[in-house]
């Protein structure tokens, strides 16, 4: 990728990661410059079958500086796929950026792990058109109301990678609840992942005198109940995947007696929890563990039905930023919302590790340093502050975010209240009107394991499904 020419100097700048230049600052000095010369308009429209599509109007150099518009528009590009999800993309704007687009976007391509991955979710080929500005669609959106259906008995299912939890309730108060530890990422036969999810949700029912509905939360991306992708049936082959895996939660339905239930990531079931926790919508809710995972309620109190896989949006113009294995992108969030960004840390910080521990362990050994008062570790947990609040200031730019929630791992002991602390301090120094708006804590204990069962088990409306 061109580097891009637009600077901002942070005010933070991370004591392990002097090179990181936040998009968010970027953006600001590119749009800063725009303002005292010609610009031309540019949309861009994704579609995501079923009559959807979200667009997004902003503005570039009319002439001049072309590789910094490709630059801009590409990383704008990475954050909608990964926000919002499309399999089509429209552009509507400078030809030379359209087929530089469908250039790294091809079979070959720098972004080809993007595209196919578009494509295998919504299950149609990738495209990107280049179409007149003008021609570009007008924006259809289907939000749905997020849960907050308390009535009658229900079973709260969360599907976590490393145990199971399950709760039974009863207008709106869980009466009983089970954690089990399990390896679904280890598992080949989905039937693993369908015993232990159908075993769970049984012992729920016992404790209830009727099941009237299931709410499900489940890291991944979850398509009108469907399975699209998740690490938890990773190792699943993909002709089993079709067979077994796509309408695994269907299934179990009926197991249970062709009861109404209802799908949806665990990040977006994160954010609901908090909306029904504070009584308050706008929430973005934001796990930092294995990798960086998403959520969000608007402030109608709605589920957008975007992806919002927050782990490869980039938040680092850097060219010097680490690479993400998984998408061979550089600057992307799960490097810097996740255990990686703390071992990443740490290795600058010149904490050694054992060869044999795992990442889970490395993250451990940097918080027992942290507790035990060494100062690199309070620095790494800095970093990530810093990072959190750069991105937040990023992240407005397409939610509208009235309070932050963060959890995970990560954020276990008090490395969580550095990374808050210090994210709000980037907000007030250098987005103050964003920091008038937006509150950014971590949900209490309460509302992280009673709270999330309750949310999940509030998402399917009994009326609607007979």
Same mark, same amino acid.
């Given at each position: ?211 009237? %509905?299931? !709410?499900? *939360?489940? $890291? =991944?991306? &979850?398509? /009108? +109940? ?60 934001? %796990?930092? !563990?294995? *990798?960086? $995972? =998403?959520? &969000?309620? /608007? +402030? ?71 507790? /035990? ?94």
């Amino acid at each position: 990728m061109y580097e891009f020419s637009f600077k901002k100097t942070p005010v933070f700048i991370p004591e392990y990661d002097k090179t990181f230049f936040p998009i968010s600052l970027g953006n600001i000095a590119y749009r800063n410059a725009l303002a005292k010369t010609e610009s031309t308009p540019v949309s861009i429209a994704l579609d995501r079958g079923n009559g959807l599509i979200s667009v997004f109007k902003t503005v570039i150099f009319k002439e001049g500086y072309e590789k910094d518009n490709i630059v801009y528009i590409e990383r704008l590009l990475k954050t909608l796929l990964w926000l919002k999800g499309g399999f089509r993309v429209m552009f509507g704007g400078p030809r030379y950026i359209g087929e530089y687009l469908q250039k790294v976007y091809c079979n070959g391509g720098a972004r080809e792990f993007d595209s196919k991955f578009m494509g295998k979710i919504f299950g149609c080929e990738f495209v990107i058109e280049i179409i007149d500005v003008n021609e570009v669609p007008h924006e259809v959106e289907n939000p749905k109301h997020a849960g907050g259906h308390l009535d009658g008995c229900r079973i709260g299912f969360d599907a976590g990678g490393s145990d199971r939890k399950v709760s039974a309730v009863v207008n709106g108060k869980p009466i009983f609840s089970e954690e089990v530890v399990w390896h679904p990422k280890l598992a080949e036969d989905p039937g693993y992942q369908y015993d232990g999810i159908l075993d769970s949700m049984k012992k729920a029912a016992s404790k209830m005198d009727r099941v009237d %509905a299931i !709410g499900i *939360s489940a $890291a =991944g991306i &979850y398509i /009108d +109940n469907e399975v699209k992708a998740a690490s938890l049936f990773i190792k699943v082959p993909r002709d089993r995947f079709e067979e077994k895996v796509r309408r695994i939660f269907f299934d179990i339905a009926e197991e249970m007696g062709s009861v109404p239930f209802e799908v949806a990531n665990d990040g977006d079931v994160t954010a609901l929890a908090g909306a029904m926790s504070l009584k308050e919508n706008g929430i973005l809710g934001i %796990a930092l !563990g294995t *990798s960086e $995972a =998403g959520g &969000y309620v /608007d +402030n109608n109190g709605f589920i957008t039905g975007w992806l919002n896989e927050l782990a490869f949006v980039p938040v680092d113009y850097s060219k010097e930023a680490m690479e993400d294995e998984w998408a061979g992108d550089i600057g992307c969030g799960v490097k810097y919302f996740s255990q990686d960004g703390v071992i990443k840390l740490a290795q600058s910080a010149g904490i050694g590790f054992d060869e044999e521990m795992s990442p889970a362990d490395k993250l451990k050994a940097v918080q027992s340093l942290m507790s /035990d008062g060494d100062k690199r570790a309070l620095k790494i947990f800095e970093a990530i502050g810093y990072y959190l609040g750069y991105a937040i200031a990023y992240y407005a730019e397409f939610y509208d975010i009235n309070h932050v929630l963060i959890l995970g791992r990560v954020t276990s002991g008090g490395g969580g209240d550095i990374i808050v602390e210090k994210s709000q301090l980037v907000l007030e120094i250098e987005f103050p009107q964003l920091y008038k708006k937006i509150n950014i804590s971590i949900p209490d204990e309460k509302t992280r394991r009673v709270g999330q069962s309750v949310a999940a088990a509030s998402l399917p409306k009994i009326s609607e499904s007979g």
